[in-house]
Structures are given as C-alpha cells and as structure tokens.
C-alpha cells in the first residue's frame, strides 16, 4: 500500500510540476505577441482538427472509407492528377477517373461543411491588437478555412492551392475559376464511383479538377498562387523596411510532408529581420525546433506540445488577463 502510495503521489508531483511547465510556456507565448509588431501563422493539417478535419497521418488522420477496403492505396495515390487522365466510367475495378472524382467530393464535401473552429477567430483578433501593425498566414491547408474565417485574402497565401477553385486537366487559357459546388458529386456506394456528370472546364469541354497541388503534379495552374507570393513578399518586404519584431507562430505542421515548417524555420533564420518562433504541435517529438535554427537566429523560441485549438485559447486567456492589469 505505501509504496502505490508514493507512486501516486511522485505521479501527482510530476502532473503538477508539468502543468507548470506549460503555463510557463504559455505566459512566455501571450507576452511575445503583446511584443511582436508583426505576426506570420504558419499552418498544417494539424490546424483542422479542432474542425473536424482529419490530417493525413498519425493519429488525428481522416481516412476516406474506401481505402480501408483497398489497403493497395493510400492518400498519396488517391491525390494524384492521373486519375483525371483515366478512362470514365461506374466500375468496381476502381481504375476510373469517377474513383478518383469520388475521393475529391468527399475532401470537398468535409472542408465545405465544417465550420472554422474558435482558433482562426482568436489569430484574427491577435492580426488586431495595437502592438500587430501587419500579419499573414501561410498555410498548406486547402480547406479555405483562413479565408472563410474572415481573414483578408491578401492576407493569406495557400501554397497547395485550395479546394474551392477548379482548372482544366489540359491548363488551357490557363484559366480559374470558383468550383461552385462542381465537386458537391452523388457516389455510389457499391462502387465508390461518382454517378454524376464529372466537372468539365468551360472553355474547352474537357474535365476539370481542383487548382489544388498533387503528389506527383505537373499540371498544377499556379497563376492564383503567384499572386498570393506577391502579397506575401510585400508582408515581408515591409517588416525588412520598418526593421519590426515578427512573431511566427506554427500550428500543427507536420513532418511528412514539411512545407510549412520548412518556411518556418526560413523565416525564423532570415536576418533581414528579428523573430521569435512558437511551435505547436500535440506530438512532442514534433514540436522541437532544431538547434541549427535556434543558433542562426537570435530571437526566442517557444516548444508548445498541444494541439492548435487548446494552445490558442490558453494563450489568449493569459494575453486578456495581462491586457487587464
């Protein structure tokens, strides 16, 4: 009995000194955004769990159901443009571009129907504060939920595209343009196949398939993405020229695929500027930031191991009660 006594309490002592811990951090976190004169989110698949949107991996990961009856394929063969490029047809061969249309109705029918969680309001409120004299977000999410949110489109820059804009297979005219509901397609549910017309492009006839960028994608249109770069080197530019303090804060990026984080750490590094690098992210493992970029920057760095949604409200709960004293 004593000794699961003293296991309980060295557990109780090592919660408590943990929960310290973090509120340590989260106090740390609350006064660099009262500091910051510029703030870049930075976001993954991690950010739209709280929405209930799946990641790719781990285990937050939403999996389309047909594949765990297929376990040949997984999401990386599913996002890929060759299925676009395959015969039409309801087959339960699953060798037809209707599979592969099913797969991006069910993607566009999941990020049009969940609702922006409290996180995105609670960044936009930060974008707002006396001390934030500009922010952006850069984000591999093509849920369109930063915009949807209500953050200027000028203000965010979608580096895999978004699921909201279509393109034609063939990039002819090299046209956009809103999917409108394109996507919004009946599958059946012996096949897993559309059994609606698939999208076709306006211009040309042929089918068309989300702007978004694919695994193996050469036929991705970057026209709209290129103009959102230019917003982002003008947010950039401006910091570099007024010499402001930026504040980058990653929200569940993962490692599998590290465009966000990569862009993180390139920020965090660039000495055109002073920054401070808050982490996020609810495996401890990943939200380290590696020694070579805390040794070529002399701004602070902050781990924080929890999810997107829970660090946000904890940081905005210290940043009201400082606010108030």
């Known amino acids: 009995m004593a000794s699961t006594k003293l296991l309980e309490d060295i557990k109780t002592d090592v919660q408590q000194k943990t929960n310290a811990e973090m509120q340590s951090l989260i106090e740390k976190a609350a006064d660099l955004v009262l500091n910051c004169e510029a703030i870049l989110f930075t976001s993954g698949a991690g950010m739209g769990v709280s929405s209930g949107l799946g990641t790719f991996r781990g285990a937050a990961a939403g999996v389309w159901p047909p594949l765990l ?4 394929l997984d999401f990386t063969d599913m996002s890929n443009p060759q299925w676009f490029r395959k015969p039409q047809g309801n087959s339960d061969k699953h060798n037809t571009a209707n599979f592969g249309y099913a797969f991006w109705a069910y993607r566009y029918n999941a990020y049009t129907s969940a609702a922006p969680h409290l996180g995105y309001e609670i960044t936009k409120r930060w974008s707002e504060l006396n001390n934030v004299k500009s922010s952006f977000s850069f984000t591999s999410n093509i ?3 930063w915009i949807k949110s209500g953050w200027n489109e000028s203000a965010v820059l979608e580096c895999h595209g978004s699921v909201h804009y279509m393109q034609c297979i063939d990039q002819c005219r090299k046209h956009i343009w809103d999917t409108n509901n394109a996507l919004k397609l009946n599958v059946d549910s012996k096949t897993d196949c559309v059994i ?18 694919m695994f193996g994608d050469w036929e991705y249109l970057d ?4 103009e959102q770069i230019v917003h982002y080197e003008k947010f950039k530019s401006d910091i570099a020229g007024a010499k402001g303090r930026l504040l980058i804060i990653e929200l569940g990026a993962g490692t599998a695929v590290p465009t966000v984080r990569a862009q993180s750490e390139v920020i965090f590094a660039d000495s055109r500027w002073t920054a401070d690098f808050i982490r996020i992210n609810p495996l401890e493992e990943h939200s380290i930031i590696s020694l070579y970029y805390k040794n070529k920057s002399k701004g602070q760095t902050i781990e924080i191991a929890l999810d997107a949604l829970t660090a946000l409200k904890l940081i905005d709960e210290a940043i009201k009660k400082k606010l108030k004293q």
């Open 196 to 213: 609606d017309p698939l999208p076709q492009c306006p211009d040309c006839k042929n089918l068309a398939r989300p702007n978004v960028l």
């Open 223 to 226: 026209d709209r993405l290129n």
């Open 69 to 72: 009856k297929h376990p040949e």
């Open 143 to 145: 849920d369109g939920h």
